[in-house]
């Protein structure tokens, strides 16, 4: 091949600067606020995210920057790792320490073995039903909307997956402990589930994300670290390449006959590309070139000697 592709200046504006910022969120501030104040960071003009935090919860948020944004669905269905804090005998509406308290019971005669049991109960594939307060919608509308007004919507169980489920500290009424589940697991209803398990009641008293997407709350940066850089180059250093944050996805090198068919939505096959030793298993595949640069998101095509573009990165200069 030996075709010119016409790459406008919007396609390739800020292609440095583009891939995964992983921020330590901070306590009292809303998913949506963090994402904002990425946007007014030097050289990001758009930003998104790959699972939302609770206000008050804190700890690691993966988000994308610039066309990077298009990947935040391969990041959506990757389980996470919490540090969480309950509190037995006191049950409140939302399920956690910023709700009305709806039940007291005591707790002092709880074993500690039988805390223990409760909590290994809540391992493995499980079901649960989501939170009456939660950002879910319902015709539309998020359930906490409904919930505050009165009319709590209860959503129908989903099925989940708690991987690891470890006690760290037990002096009632408070425990301690450390999750890994499945996307889409509400940690403040496993809390209020073991303490239903228990008789008792229970509620979330804190919680830290301390690893999401493959990154860890070490990797993480505070928005005060982050507010205080003055330009796009200083920045960029601290952006994650979307290359690399692919963790999930065995990679392939393209050639440069494969670059010029990836550039113009050309099918590419097998033999167009390299495949790097890699033990990851994904349906997807990432495509980079010798740089490093990501050039597709691609999966094969049941039945055909060919792959499937999922999303597809252009560059200026180059092929």
């Known amino acids: 091949m030996n075709i010119s592709p016409k790459i406008h200046g919007k396609a390739v504006q800020d292609e440095n600067l583009c891939g995964f910022i ?16 990425l946007k007014h960071l030097p050289g990001v003009h758009k930003a998104g995210h790959t699972g939302t935090l609770d206000p008050f919860a804190t700890g690691v948020m993966v988000c994308p920057v610039n066309r990077a944004t298009r990947l935040s669905r391969f990041f959506l269905h990757g389980s996470k790792t919490y540090k969480a804090k309950m509190v037995l005998g006191i049950e409140t509406d939302s399920q956690d320490y910023t709700g009305k308290v ?163 939505g050309v099918p590419i096959t097998p033999a167009d590309i390299k495949p790097l030793e890699s033990e990851v298993t994904s349906p997807y595949i990432k495509v980079i070139d010798g740089q490093n640069r990501l050039l597709a998101v691609i999966e094969p095509v049941e039945n055909k000697f060919e792959y499937h573009y999922c999303c597809v990165f252009h560059y200026a200069q180059s092929l």
């Open 102 to 264: 709806l039940k007291s019971s005591p707790v002092e005669d709880i074993a500690i073995d039988r805390i223990e049991a409760a909590f290994m109960a809540f391992t493995g594939t499980t079901e649960q039903v989501p939170p009456a307060f939660s950002a879910l919608k319902h015709k539309g509308v998020p359930l906490y909307r409904y919930a505050r007004a009165g009319n709590p919507i209860e959503k129908p169980a989903r099925q989940i997956l708690i991987s690891s489920l470890e006690i760290l500290d037990i002096r009632l009424p408070e425990i301690e402990f450390c999750v890994t589940c499945s996307a889409g697991t509400y940690i403040r209803t496993l809390s209020a589930d073991i303490g239903k398990k228990l008789g008792c009641g229970a509620h979330l008293a804190g919680l830290i994300r301390t690893r999401a997407c493959g990154f860890t709350l070490d990797e993480a940066l505070s928005l005060d670290e982050l507010c205080e850089i003055d330009s796009a180059d200083r920045l960029h250093g601290l952006v994650v390449p979307m290359a690399n944050a692919l963790f999930s996805m065995p990679a392939c090198i393209a050639g440069r006959d494969a670059e010029e068919k990836i550039a113009f």
């Open 22 to 37: 992983v921020v330590n969120k901070p306590a009292g501030m809303t998913s949506a606020k963090v994402v904002n104040r």
